[in-house]
């Protein structure tokens, strides 16, 4: 999973913990107080994955990686050289 | 304190209200977290932007929804939103050229978002310019 689809996945996450904290009310406290932990949680990963899925767009806007969809290659990316390490010696 | 370019205090103006805007988290804490992480959120440009589009965020987010055609800031992608908050208040403030303030959001919306999130970006700042330039007129 690349940063951008770790970020959609935990943004919408925190989304549905926020609305069942906001439905929670007449639940016992301890129950609203597991779902505030989770979303705090959440909100740390969620601060922690944006700048890098912004350097993973920028990196493909610069050609760095390929971006999803793009075709591939046309030639082979290895080329046996008898030096590979996973070649029977 | 390292210098950075304005593109970069930019970047990381919208980071920061992007991750503010998704999490609800306190500015400050989001800045000590992004120095910890050795960014420069503490540049006197990000800081501007960040305490600009703070302070103003309802008018600014009236101002987007005024000019998104259909679209209500709310409804617009968090990424997309927070750029144009950022450019929105970079044209409202005068400091910058508006050809630059639109050309820098749209930049960012080519590199970041989705394939037609520039041309609306671009769309949305420049119904906003045309309307600051009839209301300074």
């Known amino acids: 999973m690349n940063a951008r689809e770790e970020l959609e996945l935990a943004t919408r996450r925190l989304e549905e913990l926020s609305q ?34 912004i350097a993973e767009a920028e990196a493909e806007a610069r050609g760095d990686v390929p971006r999803i969809g793009d075709p591939a290659p046309e030639e082979p990316a290895f080329v046996p050289d008898g030096l590979s390490e996973d070649e029977p010696a | 304190m390292a210098e ?6 930019r970047r990381q103006a919208v980071i920061l209200l992007y991750q503010r805007d998704v999490t609800g988290l306190p500015v400050p804490e989001l800045v000590e977290n992004a120095l910890r992480a050795g960014e420069h959120a503490d540049d006197p440009f990000t800081q501007a932007l960040v305490d600009g589009v703070e302070a103003d965020r309802a008018v600014i987010d009236d101002r987007i929804t005024a000019s998104a055609d259909g679209w209500t800031a709310d409804r617009i992608a968090p990424l997309e939103r927070n750029i144009l908050r950022v450019a929105v208040y970079e044209l409202g ?32 700042l420049g119904r906003v310019a045309r309307e600051n330039e009839e209301a300074a007129a």
Do not use: H, Y
């Open chain 2, 93 to 124: 403030s005068g400091d910058v050229p508006v050809p630059v303030a639109i050309d820098e959001a749209v930049e960012m919306a080519k590199k970041w978002c989705a394939a037609e999130a520039p041309k609306f970006v671009n769309g949305v």
């Open chain 1, 20 to 53: 069942r904290i906001a439905l929670a009310t007449n639940r016992p406290a301890g129950e609203i107080e597991e779902l505030a932990r989770q979303a705090s949680d959440l909100s740390a990963a969620v601060v922690e994955i944006i700048p890098r899925a």
């Open chain 2, 4 to 9: 950075v370019s304005r593109r970069q205090a």
